[in-house]
C-alpha cells in the first residue's frame, strides 16, 4: 500500500510551471483558475517562449504551457487553441508536470 500513498502525495504536490500569453488573456486567465488542478500549481507568468525554456532548462519550474499571442481572440471565437508545452525530457518531475499540464487543458 506504501505506492499509492507516493503517488496520491505527488498528485497532490504543488508543481511549478511557467504560462507564457495567458496575462494578455484576462478570459484565458479566468478559465485556467476554475480549472480543478489549479490550485496544485504554481504559475509563474513570462511573456515569451524564450523565458519559458529558459526558466524549464534552469530547473525554476518543470514545465511551461505556451499559449499564441492572439489566444485572447481565439477564444472570443470559440476556436481550438494550439497550446505548446514544454518539458525537460529528461527531467521525471518534468515529465509529470508536463502530463500534469495536458490534462489541464483537456
Do not use: Y
Not at 486567465?29 to 476554475?34: F, P
Not at 489549479?38 to 509563474?44: F, K, N, P, T, Y
Not at 477564444?75 to 489541464?104: C, F, M, P, Y
Request: aromatic content about 2%.
Amino acid at each position: 500500500a506504501m505506492m499509492r500513498s507516493q503517488t496520491k502525495a505527488a498528485e497532490k504536490e504543488t508543481v511549478r510551471v511557467a504560462f507564457v500569453g495567458v496575462q494578455a488573456s484576462p478570459t484565458l486567465s479566468d478559465v485556467l483558475k476554475t480549472t480543478p488542478t489549479a490550485d496544485r500549481l504554481e504559475v509563474q507568468n513570462v511573456a515569451t517562449q524564450a523565458e519559458a525554456e529558459q526558466l524549464v532548462r534552469n530547473k525554476k519550474v518543470s514545465a511551461a504551457l505556451v499559449f499564441p499571442p492572439d489566444a485572447e481572440a481565439q477564444v472570443a471565437e470559440s476556436r481550438k487553441i494550439t497550446v505548446k508545452v514544454l518539458a525537460d525530457q529528461g527531467r521525471q518531475s518534468s515529465n509529470e508536470a508536463a502530463t500534469r499540464l495536458h490534462t489541464l487543458l483537456d
